[in-house]
């Protein structure tokens, strides 16, 4: 019968773990060296751990004499296991036949084949296993800093406002047109990339972005409309594209009795087009900078070369000489003023949002076209006058490279060798590139009953200069079907703003001011309640707001004043 005999337990009473007399006297003393799975090991036992993590204390075998501290572990560098041989080596990296060679960050070899192209060195990452430099997760800056004297009474995220619908608006009508309208050369819809044609500049016309309370139009229809809601055209299609941008903007809010009045802020950057603003890599900020890259392709430089390319290629198009004036004169050119008129004309137009919410707005077009023999208007809610023009919106994409540091290396795989042959796939990225930019445009042309959106693909002459261009092509569309083909619902854009109505009704007393702020880092809009001295104009609009909802029919007398 087997006899099973009483375990001997050995205890340490002053911590955890074997006592220290259990091991043989010669391996009490010997240090413990860690290694993991991923060490390479050249033997069994691994004496190299001496050279990492110093020399054995003396006493140990072998520590003391010369033999004993000699080892046979190869040291040298380990060279790189060829894993990515035969074609097409590793994704990312050089391709033919023979062992492939680690990318080195931020070089590309133009002469090897698939350098320029994909030479970022593994999936995914820049010359490495990742990006190290992922703009994608950056925080932005708030387009206005919040004072701790701001309350933030309403916080609005995307993903409600993606879903809202108003689908009861009544037609617009259009209450007077001002200004005059150059036609458009057509001249330009033959232009090519072999054809291209440079783009003029236009200092000699001033171009006006002023805001709700300063239009005296406004502010006369203020008193003699029956309208509750105010704002102007790039207001309103900032507001209703609010969830397709990620960079951070505000608009003033100010309530005078039972009307609303959508302003900018003093010194705000919201007429300045943004470059690449939903790209993947969006361009840096100049204060992000790596060392190479150059201050003409950061994120200011190229959104301030975006907006006086829009500037110049809406005049640029057109024919000289022949104009056609409206009979209201253009509201911000005095009488005095000895500089060209540009070709704009402003169209003051209403809709019924609901029962007591009447919205009137100021939106522009910036050309005009002969209207064909048999009129057929693709906006429902445009109302031409007899023997009226064709209106169109004028707009240019310019080309920003993906990566400011490829500027430098030249035109390689630019717009000139795709814009002819595969114009699709190049407005399919600008769309995915710039979405908020091109939904604005569009959702602006619907306001301003525009019968023809025209875009033009604007290039830099050379790539390291930003101040001459090129026109390299042009296209047209209809804002109805361009609106389909990017996945613009109206129902949802005047949701959306009737939404932003109805949070300033809630929470806005008369006489108080808000400000509605995208965050910056957040897809959320949020209301807060600021006081009236927060910008260094408040308090002057205030006085026009307050002027234009409570003098009536006065207001054109007050406005003659003022000017």
């Known amino acids: 019968m087997a006899h099973f005999g009483l375990l001997t337990i050995h205890d340490h009473a002053d911590g955890w773990g074997p006592p220290p007399d259990l091991p043989p006297a010669k391996f009490r003393d010997m240090p413990y060296a860690p290694f993991s799975k991923s060490d390479r090991l050249g033997r069994a036992a691994d004496w190299s751990a001496a050279a990492r993590y110093g020399a054995p204390p003396p006493g140990i075998d072998g520590a003391d004499d010369e033999e004993g501290a000699f080892t046979t572990v190869d ?84 993903s409600a406002l993606s879903k809202l619908a108003l689908d009861n608006v009544g037609p617009a009508e259009t209450l007077l047109t001002a200004g005059s309208l150059e036609y458009y050369d057509r001249a330009f819809d033959r232009i090519t990339t072999k054809t291209d044609k440079p783009l ?121 000489g022949k104009r056609y004036t409206y009979p209201e004169p253009n509201p911000f050119m005095s009488d005095d003023v000895t500089e060209e008129a540009p070709s704009v004309a402003y169209r003051y137009r209403k809709w019924v949002l609901a029962p007591g919410t009447t919205l009137v707005a100021r939106c522009e077009v910036d050309g005009a076209a002969p209207p064909p023999t048999t009129l057929t208007r693709t ?79 604007v290039a830099r002459a050379h790539p390291r200069d930003a101040t001459t261009h ?44 808000g400000l509605l702020m995208k965050d910056p880092n957040k897809p959320v809009v949020r209301l807060y309640l600021v006081p009236d001295g927060f910008d260094s104009e408040s308090s002057e609009d205030e006085e026009e707001a307050q002027a234009a909802g409570g003098e009536g029919n006065n207001e054109e007398e007050d406005v003659d004043g003022d000017e």
């Open 75 to 158: 040291s040298r560098t380990i060279k790189p296991s060829g894993f990515g041989r035969g074609r097409g080596a590793f994704r990312g990296g050089p391709r033919g036949r023979g062992e492939s060679r680690p990318a080195e960050t931020g070089r590309r070899d133009l002469n090897t084949r698939g350098g320029a192209r994909g030479g970022r060195g593994g999936r995914g990452g820049r010359g490495g296993y990742g990006r190290w430099d992922d703009r994608r997760n950056a925080t932005r800056e708030a387009s206005v800093e919040v004072d701790s004297s701001w309350k933030a009474v309403e916080e609005m995220p995307f």
């Open 200 to 320: 003029s500049r236009f200092e000699q016309r001033p171009f006006h972005y002023t805001t709700t309370t300063d239009d005296p139009i406004i502010r006369r229809l203020a008193g003699t409309t029956d309208g509750t809601v105010f704002a102007t055209g790039p207001i309103l299609s900032l507001l209703m594209m609010a969830p397709r941008g990620v960079a951070s903007w505000d608009v003033v809010v100010q309530r005078v009795g039972d009307k609303l009045f959508f302003d900018k802020r003093d010194g705000s950057l919201m007429d300045v087009l943004t470059v690449n603003e939903t790209a993947h890599d969006p361009p840096r900020d100049e204060k992000s900078l790596l060392p190479g890259e150059e201050v003409i392709n950061s994120a200011q430089a190229l959104a301030l070369e975006s907006t006086l390319i829009n500037q110049n290629f809406s005049q640029c198009v057109l024919s000289r």
């Open 379 to 457: 906006d429902a809610n445009s109302e031409p006058a007899e023997g009226e023009p064709l209106t169109l919106a004028i707009k240019a994409l310019n080309e920003a490279p993906e990566d400011p540091s490829i500027a430098r290396l030249g035109p390689a795989g630019d717009w000139r060798s795709k814009l002819d042959n595969q114009r699709g796939a190049v407005l399919a990225t600008e769309l995915k590139n710039n979405s908020a930019k091109l939904a604005r445009w569009t959702a602006g042309a619907l306001l301003a009953g525009a019968d023809q959106m025209k875009l033009g693909f």
């Open 470 to 513: 090129v026109i390299l092509g042009t296209q047209v569309y209809k804002p109805r079907e361009f609106a389909g083909q990017i996945g613009l619902s109206e129902v949802n854009m005047w949701g959306i703003f009737r939404q932003f109505v109805d949070v300033c009704y809630k929470h806005m007393a008369p006489g108080t001011k």
